[in-house]
């Protein structure tokens, strides 16, 4: 079956960097494209950043656009998420998703990113 597990979320002061990783098994993950979604405490799922099965079209949300980056390897199966300069307004729960037309149909249980000094 279809499985996303994120991994590398935890704490970083303002400014500071993180990597998430994201393991995909039980589909072909280079046919589809991936995207990173997170939820802030007491708020609605916010959309973060996308890109194409073969890595060669990436989309981010102005929020995050010029400090996060994400990127996949599709020989280990696995998403990346690289987060620089963060602000504590990115504190939220990260999930990793199977992005399809009309939504995300498969998430991961999420990793957790807390942004403090």
């Known amino acids: 079956q279809v499985q996303l597990v994120e991994s590398g979320g935890g704490l970083a002061q303002p400014g500071g960097s993180l990597r998430l990783s994201c393991l995909a098994s039980g589909f072909i993950f280079s046919d589809y494209a991936m995207s990173w979604v997170r939820q802030k405490s007491g708020k609605g799922f916010e959309w973060v950043t996308g890109?194409?099965?073969?890595?060669?079209?990436?989309y981010y949300a102005d929020s995050v656009k010029g400090r996060f980056t994400v990127s996949r390897d599709n020989t280990k199966n696995t998403l990346y998420l690289q987060m620089n300069s963060l602000k504590p307004e990115d504190t939220a729960l990260y999930f990793c998703?199977?992005?399809?037309?009309?939504?995300?149909?498969?998430w991961g249980q999420g990793a957790q990113v807390t942004v403090s000094s």
């Open positions: 998703t199977r992005a399809r037309d009309w939504g995300d149909d498969y």
């Open positions: 890109l194409v099965g073969n890595g060669s079209a990436t």
